[in-house]
């Protein structure tokens, strides 16, 4: 009865606050896990709830297909929350339903968390995105780049690298610090597989050697190869900081923007709300997993693959960067910091192999630390010149459109290949409700 009472008195509250006039027009309800914006109908911000009620239907077919456990989308435009629904399952084998507060592997949706850090680290003047490398970490002042046989399967040789590897570099994927897990050379095979993988295996410091002691597959600024400057920038950070790279975003971009169930491990309390996969590949029929398990503590916090988060704290997060850095009145970076990142970075004589790690992004050019759209046709996904993005390989996808005033948000465990698939539907069915 009182909780009803409270209820009721709140909405009266908000609803007085939004129609009134001096100091309550200005108050706006604080964000919840279920309500991290302003909610609005969709017909209110030029979305039509006809069609979007056809994700439902999509997700629906697909969960009792077995093609995916369950899902989280969020939608917002014009700084309202005008979807956000759960669908499926956040454990199907034991019988748990998908909630909104579920909490999900983002992977290398991480990336640009760390990314806004070490701009916000810029903006103290605490770095410089063109230091290099070797001021912090000096073993990485001589480097090498490996030169290879025709087939890849032998170096050759190595020359010396021709610059030194910059911030720069680490946040555009032109460092030549490759993932071992995404070719099959000899230099990939010296590499760990991935963020994760890396994280799992070898302390802050044992990885950074592990780096430095390998030669590089590219020369600096050469070309754009997915791997490991992200996880190298956010040693940087604590090297800055002196704290832990999630003690920092906790102080600078968590904290302040209300996000807070996002890190980079699941404490026990927390741990019913975290979504599983599928046990098996329902493309290959073969076991998978989730990498990391996010409620064991890894050697170190990997800026390029190993936080968690949910559809309303990353929603958070990503309207941040629409709003030009600011959000609620709560400034992360200034607004030509925000307009630098969200630019394409790489040069004309970059070689982009952008489509190697993410197929729907070909096409793309690169900011830092995440995607930028340079054209409206040729790429494979609906939007507009200049949205931006990054997904991650668990099943998580996130964009924001700011032409449209659009953010979307998606949430799924399902790190197969299928990922690829739904990153082009959710696409699809979002923008042709756009009115």
Known sequence: MRSALNTALSV??????????????????????????PRAAPEDVGLSSARLARIADVLSADIAAGRMPGAVIAIARRGKLAYFEAFGWRDKSAGVRMTTDTIFNIASMTKPLTTVAALALQEQGKLLIDDRVAQYFPQFGSMQVAQLDTTGDRITGLVAAAR???????????????????????????????SAAAAAELTGPEFLDKLAGAPLLWQPGSTWDYGFGLDVTGQIIER????????????????????????????????????????????????????????????????????????????????????????????????????????????PSTTNLIYRADPTRADYG????????????????????????????????WWVDPREQLVVVFMAHTPGTVRWHYREMINALVYQAVE
């Open 12 to 37: 009266l509250f908000w609803t007085i606050a939004a129609t009134g006039t001096g100091a309550w027009a200005q108050a706006t309800p604080p964000a919840t896990a279920e309500d991290p914006l």
């Open 164 to 194: 030194p590897i910059t911030i720069r570099d680490l946040l555009t994927h032109t460092s030549g610090l490759i993932y071992g897990g995404r070719g099959s050379t000899a230099v990939h095979k010296l590499y760990p597989a991935g």
């Open 240 to 347: 800055i900081t002196h704290q832990s790279l999630g003690a920092y975003l906790q102080q600078a971009v968590f904290a302040p923007l209300g996000m807070s169930d996002t890190g980079f491990l699941i404490p026990p309390e927390k741990a019913a709300r975290y979504a599983k996969a599928l046990p098996t590949d329902p493309e290959t029929g073969k076991p998978q997993t989730l990498d990391p398990d996010s409620t064991r503590e890894q050697k170190f916090e990997c800026g390029g693959g190993c936080a968690v988060s949910t559809a309303a704290d990353y929603l958070r997060f990503a309207s941040m960067l629409l709003g030009g850095g600011e959000l609620d009145g709560k400034r992360i970076l200034g607004r030509k910091t925000v307009q630098y990142m969200t630019s394409n970075q790489l040069s």
């Open 366 to 397: 690169f900011g830092l630390g995440l995607a930028v759209r340079r054209t409206e046709g040729v790429v494979r996904l609906l939007g507009s010149v200049g949205d931006f993005s990054w997904p991650g390989a668990s099943g998580t996808n």
